[in-house]
């Protein structure tokens, strides 16, 4: 059989810029002020096919076969054209209408990427007690060069239902415990994650280079050095795991234990550029850097009927660590450093400095060690700590702070209840371990030159009847005290751990007893939903959702949506 897909991108733009002028302290035009009009036009191509051959027999009644092979092809390419004239004379927003003089223009087109594979399964099951499967995948790349583009690729996995043995089927195990199987697999994947044509010798253009006789001039510079090592890297998963029904099927679910390993990385020879003695950096080698990330998940789940009232009750939650095992990119330094080390720790937000919360008095704020920078300290300012306790507060006290900048918690609850034609389904989703860094605008005090107080919630300021507030003493600008209320900390870092009500339905089905006489008719259900209804979390204190992961609020906001709807059914 043969599967193929092609989808075509388009974007068309046009910007007409007008801006007010701005003067200087002297009253002199700094900026004129006069329009701009920009255009691009983009146009992407992606295709995907697939041929396939599959073969499937059953031997004995007892013996399922099933074989695929073939191969698979995928690439894509771009054209794009942008235009732009400045400083328009006239009001006309045409490209003709602008000063020639000003006019720019580009038109990057080419092969976006080819790829291709050689890819064959087998599968063997047998009387579904067990179950075998070998993958293999022979995948090419264009990002490689021609003798390293292809790699070959293993996956397997293994399977056996104990509980459909005899041993148990005779025990008093099967009376307990209805579905018992066990579960292992292994897989390879061959990553292509490097610089597009980065093992050809390149050059870089810049159009405006040097200025020569009152003009610009192109010049042409070196690319980076190529690197004998680019090919593939791989990934490799492995995963064991227990699926288990008890007490009539009632209660159901999986335990599951993964672990991914990435190794094969290309790094800069002794985390080092040689820029100086070169005047380039050295070709990135192969390393021996690794990354792993383990963790477990289950999902549980009880399901029952007291008379006519039905219920479905389920849970899922997983949890995971991400670390470098070897970190090509780290240099000795850090390495020995056990505060600041990337490698053979857990995930981290940043190297912060340690808030102790404010200094709460005059005597506070002469007795403890102070950040070298700070000024004019008062109470109500941020107070930090003296990591290495050499009596002041220095880049040698920012260490690793906070648990990573993605969930590694994730977790959901499910419940579906039934009662003589009413129903309700609900659905609860959260997320924790992970931090959301709160940016400069919503810190306040004049921070990257916005308005000290833009929301409500930054009026919540420190006052000496207010010293629990969320932020420091107000300041006419974030450099007042030496910036010492805004340089990285921890202080301002968010915890954005989360459960919200993602649905919840509530409805009534009219086929139950009034159209139950009503033959054609299999359902006639009328329900109110709503969804993302409730979310509890921290970081809704500073303005954000923590959905979104962003601490500068510059995202479309999670709609609260009601939904009435009749679901009709034949």
């Not at 099967?174 to 066990?182: G, N, T, V, W, Y």
């Not at 500068?552 to 949506?561: H, K, L, N, Q, W």
């Amino acid at each position: 059989k043969g599967i193929g897909s092609y989808s075509v991108y388009n974007n068309r733009n046009k910007s007409w810029l007008k801006t007010a002028p701005s003067y200087d302290w002297d009253g002199n035009i700094a900026t004129s002020g006069k329009p701009n009009l920009s255009k691009y036009t983009m146009n992407d191509e992606y295709f995907n096919t697939q041929l396939l051959i599959e073969y499937s027999k059953v031997f004995a009644e007892r013996h399922s076969l099933d074989f695929t092979a073939g191969i698979e092809a995928s690439g894509s390419t771009y054209d794009m054209l942008s235009a732009s004239r400045k400083n328009f004379i006239f009001d006309v927003d045409q490209m003709g209408a602008g000063p020639s003089s000003t006019m720019e223009n580009s038109s990057p087109e080419g092969i976006g990427e080819r790829r291709a594979a050689v890819i064959g399964r087998i599968r063997y099951d047998y009387m579904s007690k067990y179950l075998f499967e070998a993958n293999a995948r022979y995948d090419g790349s264009d990002y490689f060069p021609s003798d390293k583009r292809w790699g070959l690729f293993f996956s397997g996995s293994a399977a056996w239902a104990v509980s459909e043995e005899n041993f148990w089927k005779n025990s008093f195990l099967s009376d307990a415990i209805e579905l018992f199987k066990a579960r292992v697999s292994y897989g390879e994947i061959g990553l292509d994650d490097v610089g597009r044509y980065s093992y050809m010798t390149s050059y870089n253009l810049n159009q405006r280079g040097a200025y020569i006789n009152g003009s610009w001039m192109p010049v042409f510079s070196e690319g980076d050095l190529i690197s004998p090592d680019i090919t593939w890297y791989k990934t490799k998963d492995f995963n064991v795991g227990l699926d288990f029904a008890s007490l009539n099927n009632r209660l159901s679910g999986s335990v599951d234990y993964f672990a991914k390993v990435t190794t094969g990385y290309l790094a800069s020879p002794s985390n080092v550029g040689y820029t100086a003695p070169l005047g380039k950096s050295l070709p990135l080698v192969k390393s021996n850097g690794e990354s792993v990330r383990r963790g477990f998940e289950f999902i549980l789940q009880w399901k029952d009927k007291i008379g006519e009232f039905s219920y479905n009750v389920s849970t899922n939650f997983s949890l995971y660590d991400d670390r470098w095992n070897v970190n090509p990119n780290e240099s000795e330094t850090s390495l020995m450093n056990p505060y600041i080390r990337s490698t053979q720790v857990g995930a981290y937000t940043g190297l912060y400095y340690r808030n102790l919360g404010y200094y709460s008095s005059y005597e506070d704020i002469m007795n403890s060690p102070k950040r070298n920078g700070s000024t004019n300290l008062r109470t109500g300012d941020l107070k930090y700590r003296d990591i290495n306790g050499d009596g002041k507060i220095d880049e040698n006290d920012q260490v690793r702070t906070g648990d990573g900048t993605k969930p590694r918690t994730n977790y959901g609850i499910n419940a579906e209840l039934g009662y003589k034609g009413w129903f309700m389904n609900m659905l609860w989703q959260g997320a924790g371990n992970y931090n959301i860094y709160m940016a400069n605008h919503l810190q306040g005090g004049n921070a990257a030159g916005t308005l000290p107080v833009i929301y409500e919630f930054q009026t919540d300021i420190w006052s000496p009847d207010n010293t629990s507030s969320l932020y420091p003493r107000q300041h006419a600008s974030a450099g007042f005290n030496g910036g010492n209320n805004f340089v990285g900390s921890d202080f301002w870092l968010v915890n954005a751990r989360y459960i919200r009500l993602k649905t919840l339905a509530i409805g009534y089905d009219f086929k139950h007893q009034l159209l139950k006489n009503v033959s054609w008719l299999s359902r006639c259900a009328l329900s109110l939903s709503g969804y993302n209804l409730l979310t509890f979390s921290p970081s809704l204190n500073y303005g954000f959702d923590p959905e979104t992961g962003r601490g500068d609020g510059f995202t479309y906001p999670m709609s609260r949506v009601y939904t009435i709807s009749l679901n009709i059914g034949f």
